[in-house]
Each structure stands twice: as structure tokens, then as C-alpha cells.
């Protein structure tokens, strides 16, 4: 028998169709805290994370997404979630692109462990070079080079939660 947290790792799929209520918030904090909790080189924790609920400063950013990404008006490159979490990190930190990156994974796992469907979302390097990534950070208070590494949209699934493919044959070897 699979402990929960390989059950989790085998079972957890990118989600792209997200229901509009709200998550309760006691789920978005323990999703965060699991992302606060992921290695980072020489432990230096470079990332930060936004939790973006609010529905105006979220349709603002999947403004700014969909126009560095080139999408039409009526798509919504967050399929509808709720909350969006933002990840950063400072780029004089070495390791800072793998940081970030591993809080993303932690609270994408985090998610599927309490029942939510998740997804990455790129172009976040482009929102925080943007004036309105400027904006952002600035009206939050936060200094320093920051770069942006990835959006975790979180929320209920609405539909059916698609099964994984196969594994490659070849992506393991040995030695």
C-alpha cells in the first residue's frame, strides 16, 4: 500500500476548469505555509508568495497575463480559479529560480492533499517587469530584485479530474 504523500505525488493533475467559489481560507494558509516549507539552497528562502483573492486585483493580473501571452479577451489564463498564489525570488540568491520553483511544487501537492485542483501558470517574469508588476510590489511593500517565477491557481475542480498519462520508458536509468 501507497503512504498519502506518494498517493498525492501519483495522482495530482494540472486543473483547467476551476469552480468560482471561494476556498475557505484555512486551506489557502496551509497550502502557503506547505510552499514556505520547501528546500531552498543553502536555506536562504528567497521566494515570497502573493495570495492574490481579491477578485479585482485577480481579473487585473489575468489582464496583464493574457496580454504578455497574447490571448484573446474572453480567455481567462487561469481557468477561472479563485485564488491565485504569486511566487518570487530574489535574483541575487544563486539558487533563486529552483527555490521558487519548489515552492510552486509544494503547494501545487499541497492542493491535491486537501482535495483542490491546481495549476502552474507561467509569464510572472513578465508581470513583475511590467508597470503593473511594479505597482504590485511596490503597493505591497516589497524591495529588492525580485523575479517572478510562477502562479499556483488554486480552487475546486469543476468537472472531472483527468487521469495521468503512462510514464516514459525511458525516463529513469540507472547506474
Not at 501558470?121 to 508588476?133: L, P
Not at 503597493?139 to 529588492?144: D, E, F, H, N, T
Amino acid at each position: 500500500m501507497k503512504n498519502e504523500v506518494l498517493k498525492v505525488l501519483e495522482e495530482r493533475r494540472s486543473c483547467r476548469n476551476f469552480q468560482s467559489r471561494p476556498v475557505d481560507d484555512s486551506d489557502i494558509e496551509s497550502i502557503v505555509r506547505a510552499g514556505t516549507y520547501a528546500p531552498s539552497g543553502l536555506g536562504k528562502q528567497s521566494p515570497v508568495i502573493i495570495v492574490i483573492k481579491d477578485k479585482t486585483m485577480r481579473d487585473r493580473l489575468v489582464v496583464e497575463n493574457r496580454k504578455i501571452a497574447g490571448l484573446g479577451d474572453d480567455f481567462d489564463p487561469f481557468y477561472g480559479a479563485p485564488v491565485i498564489l504569486l511566487v518570487l525570488a530574489l535574483r541575487d540568491v544563486p539558487t533563486y529560480c529552483y527555490d521558487g520553483s519548489l515552492v510552486l511544487g509544494n503547494m501545487l501537492n499541497a492542493a491535491e492533499s486537501l482535495g483542490l485542483g491546481s495549476i502552474w501558470i507561467h509569464r510572472a517574469k513578465e508581470e513583475m517587469e511590467s508597470d503593473f508588476g511594479k505597482e504590485l510590489l511596490d503597493s505591497l511593500g516589497i524591495k529588492g530584485d525580485y523575479e517572478g517565477i510562477g502562479h499556483c491557481a488554486i480552487g475546486y475542480w469543476n468537472g472531472y479530474k483527468p487521469k495521468g498519462l503512462p510514464r516514459k520508458k525511458d525516463y529513469i536509468y540507472y547506474i
